[in-house]
């Protein structure tokens, strides 16, 4: 019996520990290259007729673009809006196929990151980038984006949009320019253009690109930041 419980436990350090530990590395490599630089990324969509084509919408008007980590089965079913984001200029990424939680239901999230990779190869060229569901890795969600040639990709502040309740607007902007820019977690998962939840992103990512511009910072997708030519201006005004 102890020899069962030690392999258990064994195995549960393998799985589990890899995630914290890149997690933490990938952090803090992020918040040093994104000092002075505005990411916009949102996770859970593309979904219509709500919230990303508004999302949208207020990108093209502000001249800015963002990084959308795409579900692949809602990428399935809005093919022409995924097309749309490409031709835009956006950055698509993945964030699995059908959002299985890499801890709660590790077996399955191991297929679930390579499929939701294939699901966004024809809108991207270049190394794919994903983002587990919930941000939560395991040694083996991370062999299968080695196996599949790509690059974790997390966060360094969460606006908390997802949330039933929502913070302040000014306490998410204040965080943002303590921290001096960054990647900024957002969500466009389904719902209707009108709730708080749509509006109060709508609203942050505004008031964001306003921030950057009287920073002077840079706007970027993830895949630039990656790759060293965050070269995007600053977003002018509404």
């Known amino acids: 019996m102890l020899e069962a419980a030690l392999a258990l436990a064994g195995l549960a350090v393998l799985t589990f520990a890899p995630g914290f530990l890149v997690r933490a590395a990938g952090i803090a490599r992020l918040r040093r290259s994104s000092r002075g630089v505005l990411v916009l990324t949102y996770d859970d969509g593309p979904n219509a007729p709500a919230p990303t084509p508004q999302i949208l919408e207020l990108l093209a008007r502000r001249g800015a673009r963002a990084t959308f980590f795409l579900v692949g089965e809602c990428a399935d079913a809005n093919r022409e809006l995924c097309a749309r984001m490409a031709r835009e200029g956006h950055d698509l990424a993945a964030h699995g196929y059908r959002h299985r939680h890499g801890w709660l239901d590790p077996l399955r999230a191991i297929g ?26 395991t ?20 606006s908390c949009d997802s949330r039933e309740e929502l913070p302040g607007l000014e306490s998410v902007v204040e965080r943002v320019e303590q921290e001096q820019g960054g990647i900024i977690l957002m969500h466009d998962y389904k719902r209707e253009a009108g709730s708080p939840g749509a509006r109060f992103t709508l609203e942050l990512t505004g008031r964001l690109l306003d921030l950057a511009q009287r920073r002077g910072w840079r706007v970027c997708t993830v895949s630039e930041l990656l790759a060293g030519s965050a070269a995007q201006p600053a977003a002018g005004s509404a």
């Open 112 to 137: 679930d990151v390579g499929a939701g990779i294939r699901a966004i190869a024809p809108y991207r060229s270049g190394r794919p980038i994903y983002r587990q569901p919930y941000g939560k890795s």
């Open 139 to 158: 040694l083996w969600t991370l062999l299968a984006g080695v196996h599949a040639g790509a690059a974790p990709v997390w966060w360094t502040l969460d």
